[in-house]
């Protein structure tokens, strides 16, 4: 399991044309934790937002995912799998925020190009909430948000804690715990 993640690391390093080291906590909450509450500027279709989990909470279960950096290969890969995914999500009320410590400044025109317009993508300058969430990893001295999904029930309790470098899985298993939610919470 060890030299998988290791693998993996390297593997976004080289997407990322980053150079090393690249080193992850692998600890994110688990699920049944309670979700630590935050509020974070954002974007949607490009135009400035706040996110609140709290208010988000209230409308269903949030899929909250985080990732390293906007514009980057693997961030690119998932944001469009998330963006098609979105009115799925939204159809099992579900609402998706995407959240970054990296490139900060580009999250309105990452929320529209790459997102589609789909969902909001917060700023987390410092990886001040991905701290809170255990999901932060360190990449050429500064630390990052972990390529990490959530889905948070209405109460504030983790129903799925996923991290995995390879953004591939991320969708389905967010998608798979929001419907087992909904089967047993109906509308």
């Known amino acids: 399991m060890r030299m998988k993640n290791t693998l993996s690391t390297l593997a976004v390093a080289a997407v990322l044309g980053l150079a090393l080291p690249v080193t992850s906590a692998f600890a994110a909450l688990p699920v049944g934790e309670k979700a630590p509450d935050f509020e974070l500027k954002a974007a949607l279709a490009g135009k400035p937002t706040t996110f609140s989990l709290q208010q988000a909470l209230k409308k269903g279960p949030v899929v909250l995912y985080f990732f390293p950096a906007a514009f980057s290969a693997g961030c690119t890969l998932e944001a469009h799998d998330f963006a098609e ?8 009320g579900a609402t998706v925020i995407g959240v970054t410590a990296g490139n900060v400044d580009q999250i309105a025109k990452f929320s529209q190009l790459e997102c589609r317009d789909k969902f909001t993508v917060a700023a987390d300058p410092g990886a001040k909430v991905a701290g809170e969430y255990q999901s932060t990893m ?9 390529r990490t999904s959530y889905v ?32 047993a919470n109906p509308a």
């Not at 995914?85 to 099992?92: K, L």
């Not at 990449?139 to 972990?146: A, H, I, R, V």
């Not at 995995?164 to 298993?173: E, S």
Request: a neutral charge; proline letters at 4%; hydrophobic letters at 30%.
């Open 85 to 92: 995914a979105t009115d799925e999500f939204n159809q099992q």
């Open 138 to 146: 360190q990449m050429k001295g500064q630390t990052l948000s972990d």
């Open 152 to 183: 948070i029930a209405p109460d504030g309790k983790i129903l799925l804690s996923y991290t995995d470098k390879n953004p591939d899985a991320h969708i389905q298993k967010a998608m798979d715990a929001v419907k087992k939610y909904r089967q």
